[in-house]
């Protein structure tokens, strides 16, 4: 199982502390309804702050700051609980530039920068019960 959420409260400008108790009743559901041999896997924010419409939502450096902010919450909960942690965030800017990487709204990700992170997560998941 893999959880991947935090853009929305970002731009909904909710705190940290928000942030966190809401990733608590998630992860307290995730691992509800996990089989006993199973694992989850909590994903981290892509760097959202370079794409073009960013700026809509704030200076890009503030969004990033905040981004940071809001993964390393998420790491600490996921890995409190036994939950894998897979970082993307270097992948969601490793095509900046390319063909397909951003969507044609400026804002969300294109088909190859989401092919980026199912590579990152599919290895980490593959190597983490190998």
Known sequence: MTVLIGVNDLVRERTPDDYRASLVRIYKEVGAQMQPDGRAFAISIPNWSVVPAAREYGDPEQIRHVTDTFNDVAREEATSRRFG????TAASISGLGTAGWISSDGLHPGDNQYAAWAE???YTIRTAWS
């Open 120 to 122: 990152v997560i599919w």
């Open 85 to 88: 942690w897979i970082d993307i």
